[in-house]
C-alpha cells in the first residue's frame, strides 16, 4: 500500500508560480511512478505530467510543457510538480497519483490516489 499527501496548493495571480508536493508513505517508490492530474469543475480528470521514479524520466502534457516541472526527491519519497506562468485555465483540483511500473497518462493505470489539493489561479 501507498499513501499519498498532496500539499502546495492556493491562489495565485496570473504569471505566478506554486509548486506542489505528494509525500509518499508505506513503502519507497522505487520501480513506481508518479503523476499528476487535475480536475476542473464539470470537467473530467486530466493527466498532467508524471515521472519514471527511478531514472527520473519524464512526460507532460502540451499546454504544460515549458510552464511546468515534475521531480522527485529519493531521500524524502516526494515529489515535487513546480508551476510557473500560472494561467486562470489551470485552476483545478490537483491530484498525485503512483502505479507500479512504467509512467501512464490515464488515471485507470494508477492504483493509488492522494486527496488533491486545490489552486486557482485570478485573472
Known amino acids: 500500500q501507498v499513501q499519498l499527501v498532496e500539499s502546495g496548493g492556493g491562489l495565485v495571480q496570473a504569471g505566478g508560480s506554486l509548486r506542489l508536493s505528494c509525500a509518499a508513505s508505506g513503502r519507497t517508490l522505487m520501480n513506481y511512478a508518479m503523476g499528476w492530474f487535475r480536475q476542473a469543475p464539470g470537467k473530467e480528470r486530466a493527466f498532467v505530467a508524471a515521472?519514471?521514479?527511478?531514472?527520473?524520466?519524464?512526460f507532460y502534457t502540451n499546454s504544460v510543457k515549458g510552464r511546468f516541472t515534475i521531480s522527485r526527491d529519493n531521500a524524502k519519497n516526494t515529489a515535487y510538480l513546480q508551476m510557473n506562468s500560472l494561467k486562470p485555465e489551470d485552476t483545478a483540483v490537483y491530484y498525485c497519483?503512483?502505479?507500479?511500473?512504467?509512467?501512464?497518462?490515464?488515471?485507470?493505470?494508477?492504483?493509488?490516489w492522494g486527496q488533491g489539493t486545490q489552486v486557482t489561479v485570478s485573472s
Open positions: 497519483a503512483a502505479r507500479s511500473g512504467f509512467l501512464a497518462t490515464t488515471t485507470d493505470y494508477y492504483d493509488y
Open positions: 515521472i519514471n521514479w527511478s531514472v527520473g524520466s519524464t
